[in-house]
């Protein structure tokens, strides 16, 4: 199954939630169901937006995108998270205004039954389409129903509240419970788009994918043969691995040709579809990279002799 089946499930999902939660705050005038109602409607706007970037995401490589495009996911990512930091800046501001001029609801058991059946409703796509997303491995997908869980926590805590409003008399409970639930959603916005910032910086690869890759390497590992300068690095839902593999320099170029291979063919079973990219290089030899970072940190100077001192021409 595909990304955009996930998203067009959810952007479905979505619409025929916020039709049911305005139904609930229409029917109450509760300011925790508009509340809800407002997050939802960010929610149809990400997953259309998702929709779209998983579009360029899935485009392949090209002349002037040889590694392809998706690191357009995370652009989405960000924009989830900057949305839901917008609702949740809106719900402040409406439940602040209600929490200073508490207003009575009406309708509460019939509301809260309509709001109960939109929260089942995105708890089932979330739950669904973050096993997707771990199988695909797409941060799109991920975001998308991280976004729809702090939904279903917004309405968790909405009916609670405004259940509990008839039953103790308070009128301030409603607009209380919906502020709560904002600090919440706040923090997974910002969860969100330091993901974002983390992935357009080429983040290393996550700690449990690099043990797996080192006990392939370790499988390979001898007196003849040694690996270093192991790097990694994420881009949407694509791997990349690159380092140096070195042997005997006698060994014929057919046979560190097989090598390199058999090294190559072991990572991509552990993690199907990862670039891997393998400099040979002899025992004892290293790349002139290598060479030129440890001439510019100074650890290759014999002593500490300064330069004779610069003399004007007279």
Do not use: F
């Given at each position: 199954m595909q990304a955009?089946?996930?998203?067009?499930?959810?952007l479905f999902a979505a619409l025929v939630v916020i039709s049911l939660k305005l139904l609930a705050w229409k029917v109450t005038g509760s300011v925790g169901f508009l509340s809800d109602a407002m997050e939802s409607i960010v929610n149809v706007a990400a997953a259309a937006f998702a929709l779209f970037i998983v579009r360029i995401a899935e485009?392949?490589?090209d002349a002037d995108h040889p590694f392809g495009h998706t690191k357009a996911e995370y652009f989405s990512s960000g924009a989830e998270g900057l949305l839901i930091g917008v609702a949740a800046a809106l719900i402040l501001v409406e439940a602040g205004q209600r929490l200073t001029q508490p207003q009575p609801i009406s309708a509460v058991p019939l509301g809260a039954a309509i709001s109960a059946l939109a929260t089942a409703i995105n708890l089932g796509v979330a739950l669904?389409?973050?096993?997707?997303?771990?199988?695909l491995r797409s941060i799109v997908i991920e975001a998308d129903a991280r976004?729809?869980?702090t939904d279903v926590w917004t309405s968790v805590g909405v009916i609670i509240g405004v259940l509990l409003v008839p039953v103790t008399g308070w009128l301030w409970?409603?607009?209380v419970i919906g502020i709560i639930v904002?600090?919440?959603?706040?923090r997974e916005a910002f969860?969100?788009?330091k993901r974002s910032v983390d992935g357009l910086m080429d983040k290393s690869m996550t700690d449990a994918d690099l043990a797996e890759l080192q006990t392939v390497l370790d499988r390979f590992r001898s007196k003849d043969m040694r690996f270093d300068h192991v790097r990694t690095r994420v881009a949407g839902t694509r791997r990349f691995v690159s380092m140096h593999l070195h042997m005997p320099g006698q060994w014929s170029l057919q046979r560190a040709?097989?090598?390199?291979?058999?090294?190559?063919?072991?990572?991509?079973d552990a993690h199907p579809g990862m670039a891997v990219t393998i400099e040979m290089l002899t025992a004892g030899q290293e790349s002139l990279q290598e060479e030129n970072e440890q001439a510019h940190s100074g650890r290759e100077q014999d002593d500490c002799t300064p330069n004779p001192p610069h003399r004007a021409p007279e």
């Open positions: 955009r089946t996930y998203l067009r499930a959810s485009a392949p490589p669904w389409m973050l096993r997707g997303a771990k199988r976004h729809l869980m409970l409603d607009p904002a600090l919440h959603i706040l969860s969100l788009v040709a097989n090598c390199r291979y058999s090294v190559e063919k072991a990572l991509i």
